[in-house]
């Protein structure tokens, strides 16, 4: 079962903090991900964090700005977004699979529900 939590409306150069309860998945070989769906748009990676060997991954209009983290021993997985911009104003869901390679949506099975992330003056 994956739960976020940590959306809400944040002015534009304001940050969140997104957590991802991963309860049920063994830490080993388990990549996680964030993934983001605007309105009419497509799902699309916003980062990863490999189950492997805990390399990130991000997207290249989130770099600089996000930081995806795990906690040691714990099945918690934080995104920190700082700098939002109106465009990054989304549904934001985690994902988990096991021995995942690749930051694509299409790879992952398990979804939590998702949280809304509003970025407005």
């Known amino acids: 079962q994956l739960v976020e939590s940590g959306g809400g409306l944040v002015q534009p150069g304001g940050s969140l903090r997104l957590s991802c309860a991963t309860s049920g998945f063994t830490r080993a070989y388990t990549t996680v991900g964030w993934f983001r769906q605007a309105p009419g748009k497509e799902r699309e990676a916003v980062s990863c964090?490999?189950?492997?060997?805990?390399?990130?991954y991000y997207a290249d209009s989130v770099k600089e700005r996000f930081t995806i983290s795990r906690e040691n021993g714990q099945s918690m997985v934080y995104l920190q977004m700082n700098g939002l911009k109106p465009e990054d104003t989304a549904v934001y869901y985690c994902?988990?699979?096991?021995?995942?390679?690749?930051?694509?949506?299409?790879?992952?099975?398990?979804w939590g529900q998702g949280t809304q992330v509003t970025v407005s003056s």
């Open positions: 964090i490999s189950g492997t060997n805990g390399r990130p």
């Open positions: 994902a988990a699979s096991r021995l995942v390679s690749n930051c694509v949506a299409s790879l992952f099975g398990s």
